[in-house]
């Protein structure tokens, strides 16, 4: 593959332009539905060089979860400044991932629709991606119980949910701003942390939502 | 299909083992891998007999996400108890639904990653339940609101925000329990509620997360 004739455009242009009609096909059209006769069509190119270049439209697609994730990463990554206070990091952090999901909506239409549901080795990009973030938030929970004192307080397997519970609250955001008209990166960023941090900051106040205990009325799925 | 000869076995009773296997081979092994074969061997009957009730893959799908999706919003419903805080029935709600999805992995499997990515008509299916359990939150915090005099001050664009983060937390905090040993689904609903209510209890009292304004280590991205 190496001596192929790419004309006057280096293969790395070209590839690149290969991948951006991908992302769009596979992001609009879901994996199953996209042709590689459209992706072609899309990147201006010919079927057989998207074939020689990518393989096959599994080793397309891979590509395009591999590169969405890291440039999805390295955009939440570099809007952080490890100097801030742990609320205003998840603020920067939340902007900079509400930002680029706007900016990006195939791209994250792929790692959040499409990429987590056809199985291996897909799956696991998007896993891999996904565990970076929540370990991110997850760092996050624990400076912020550190800053307010409370480490002993809150226990991993806790910590580790919070964390889940955040980063799915992210993504279920990010889907509803880019299908609802007018909802800017900001608000969806500001509406995450409303949600997210005036919560965990009573937590960390020692102030936890406090369950009505022997209360007959839940008692149904106490057989649980 | 209404002459159908099933020996001594009624239709429903077939249909009802036939749905069970298909729940399960879709759940653990996705859409796309699943087969029929498998199906039909799981329920134990034949292939011709699947086809027969079901039709096809595509409609014995639909047919579990259907079924699915009502067992887990019928659960989900009678859970909760109308005549309670807005808090409490929040807390009814998330414990009847984490009970739910604990103790039906693979049909939470189906509606959480299969049916969204599969395009129409499965999407569609999957949307409307989703739709009625915002919908449900979205009261909650209407109520909850209410109780606590601040119709005016939270926006319906901010309530449909704070809805959409509710439930994304709880979907991800769902799959996380079910592939977490040990994580209860009372555990996972103590920590939707402390990670929401306690932000959304902040919220209602009037004490939302402050923004930084000015700040210029977040300049980065008001270009966005």
Redesign the interface.
């Known amino acids: 593959m190496g001596s192929v004739k790419t004309k006057r455009m280096p293969r790395a242009v070209r590839e690149r332009q290969m991948l951006d009609a991908a992302v769009k096909t596979f992001g609009q059209r879901?994996?199953?539905?996209a042709s590689m006769d459209e992706i072609a069509e899309l990147a201006g190119v010919s079927k057989p060089l998207v074939y020689l270049y990518l393989n096959s439209k599994e080793d397309l697609f891979t590509a395009c979860i591999r590169r969405e994730a890291a440039a999805l990463t390295e955009a939440v990554r570099?809007?952080v400044?490890p100097g801030?206070g742990a609320?205003?990091q998840l603020?920067?952090g939340a902007?900079?991932f509400f930002?680029h999901t706007?900016?990006n909506p195939d791209g994250w239409a792929i790692l959040h629709?499409?990429a987590?549901?056809?199985?291996e080795p897909f799956a696991a990009e998007v896993a891999a991606m996904r565990e970076e973030i929540v370990a991110f938030v997850t760092q996050l929970i624990v400076v912020a119980a550190r800053e307010a004192h409370r480490d002993p307080d809150l226990p991993e397997?806790?910590v580790?949910?919070?964390a889940?519970?955040?980063?799915?609250?992210?993504?279920?955001?990010a889907?509803?701003a880019n299908t609802?008209p007018g909802?800017?990166?900001?608000?969806?960023a500001?509406?995450?942390?409303?949600?997210?941090?005036?919560?965990?900051?009573?937590?960390m106040e020692g102030?936890?939502?406090s369950?009505?205990d022997a209360?007959q009325?839940?008692s149904?799925?106490d057989r649980?």
């Open positions: 879901g994996y199953m539905a570099s809007g400044r801030l609320d205003r603020w920067a902007r900079a930002t706007a900016q629709l499409q987590r549901t056809h199985g397997r806790e580790a949910g919070l889940e519970a955040l980063v799915g609250a992210a993504e279920s955001l889907a509803w609802t909802v800017s990166a900001r608000q969806a500001a509406t995450l942390m409303n949600f997210a941090w005036a919560g965990l900051g009573n937590l102030r936890p939502w369950a009505p209360d009325v839940l149904f799925d649980a």
